[in-house]
């Protein structure tokens, strides 16, 4: 359930350069990792550690830094891939995770490999 901060953050972005992708008008999410970290940037952002519209200046550049790059050996597009970009960027601007926490979550998200190897968690007390 959203709150008037989820709305208003939702809404913000309504028909923008950031509008996030729908289907049949709501946020639609093709991972479940997607709909993980736009929730995380909500919840960092309604608990006072950034601004949202300055996240959504980040997750701008970063879109616009996606479309600019040359065509060969550019990614595919995906949005979510810009979302994080755009939140590590911002995390890491507001020093709300440091550089070893940021690559922590850079590997944790990837795939686990043909071993496969677990990531390893993203904080941990006993390293």
């Known amino acids: 359930m959203f709150t008037r901060f989820e709305e208003y953050a939702a809404a913000s972005m309504l028909g ?7 289907l049949d008008g709501k946020l639609f999410f093709s991972n479940r990792w997607e709909r993980d970290v736009f929730g995380l940037a909500l919840s960092l952002s309604k608990a006072g550690y950034f601004e949202w519209e300055d996240f959504r ?4 550049t970063a ?6 790059a040359p065509c060969e050996g ?3 597009w995906d949005y979510y891939e ?3 970009e755009a939140l590590l960027d911002v995390v890491g601007s ?3 995770l440091s ?3 940021l690559a ?3 590997v944790a998200r990837r795939p686990a490999t043909a071993t496969h190897t677990a990531a390893r968690p993203l904080h941990s007390k006993n390293h």
């Open 99 to 101: 550089r070893d926490e």
């Open 16 to 22: 923008a350069d950031d509008s996030p992708p729908r």
């Open 82 to 84: 810009r979302f994080l």
């Open 63 to 68: 879109i616009a830094r996606w479309e600019s």
């Open 104 to 106: 922590h979550v850079m």
């Open 57 to 60: 200046q980040c997750l701008i």
């Open 94 to 96: 507001r020093g709300v």
């Open 74 to 76: 550019q990614p595919r």
